[in-house]
T-cell receptor, first 112, second 116 residues
Framework: AQSVTQLDSHVSVSEGTPVLLRCNYSSSYSPSLFWYVQHPNKGLQLLLKYTSAATLVKGINGFEAEFKKSETSFHLTKPSAHMSDAAEYFC??????????FGTGTSLTVIP | GAVVSQHPSWVICKSGTSVKIECRSLDFQATTMFWYRQFPKQSLMLMATSNEGSKATYEQGVEKDKFLINHASLTLSTLTVTSAHPEDSSFYICSTNRGPIYNEQFFGPGTRLTVL
């Protein structure tokens, strides 16, 4: 079975400081992992994805995530937060394209 | 990637009416489409999986007579909320993949339904 746990429902950072959004997964098979961002009243935008290639994945807008099998984690990071990063972030695990398992989401607030 | 559109982006209707939401795959033929529901400040919940030319597979707890899904062509799936009530107000998002081996889904921009 597959599942995702986003460890923080809400994260607050000051503008210009690092961002860390935590995600742990559970999967019976080699998973693919995704991070999506959702701005208010908008659809989902793919930030980055891991599909069994390099374990450090670079995405859009300066975000990156590292797949750590030993820790079953896929945490999302960004060196310096920008006001426009304020949004809801979802971690997703999948084994096939037909089964997408969403985390409960992390709301990121960026303080000016 | 794949481009997925939804129409309308926002609909307001009276209680008791039915509302149809369209999901289109614009640049490839989608044999499988997924419908999700998202309540405010919550995650996405898979409602059903629709396969072109066959009946949709609904997730447990989703009323198939309430949420009618039609996937009559390879580029269009529709979700009809029948006899809508205020509790049906939600954000509905569709997605598709390029086939299960590609292990990725492409999401539409979502449709906000408000039932008065």
């Amino acid at each position: 079975a597959q599942s995702v746990t986003q460890l923080d429902s809400h994260v607050s950072v000051s503008e210009g400081t690092p961002v860390l959004l935590r995600c742990n997964y559970s999967s019976s098979y080699s998973p693919s992992l995704f991070w999506y961002v959702q701005h208010p009243n908008k659809g989902l935008q793919l930030l980055l994805k891991y599909t069994s290639a390099a374990t450090l994945v670079k995405g859009i807008n300066g975000f990156e995530a590292e797949f750590k099998k030993s820790e079953t984690s896929f945490h999302l990071t960004k060196p310096s937060a920008h006001m426009s990063d304020a949004a809801e972030y979802f971690c997703v695990v999948s084994v096939t394209g037909n089964q997408f398992y969403f985390g409960t989401g992390t709301s990121l607030t960026v303080i000016p | 990637g794949a481009v997925v559109s939804q129409h309308p982006s926002w609909v307001i209707c009276k209680s008791g009416t039915s509302v149809k939401i369209e999901c289109r795959s614009l640049d490839f033929q989608a044999t499988t489409m997924f419908w999700y529901r998202q309540f405010p400040k919550q995650s996405l919940m898979l409602m059903a999986t629709s396969n072109e030319g066959s009946k949709a597979t609904y997730e447990q707890g989703v009323e198939k007579d309430k949420f009618l899904i039609n996937h009559a062509s390879l580029t269009l799936s529709t979700l009809t909320v029948t006899s809508a009530h205020p509790e049906d107000s939600s954000f509905y998002i569709c997605s598709t993949n390029r086939g299960p081996i590609y292990n990725e889904q492409f999401f539409g921009p979502g449709t906000r339904l408000t039932v008065l």
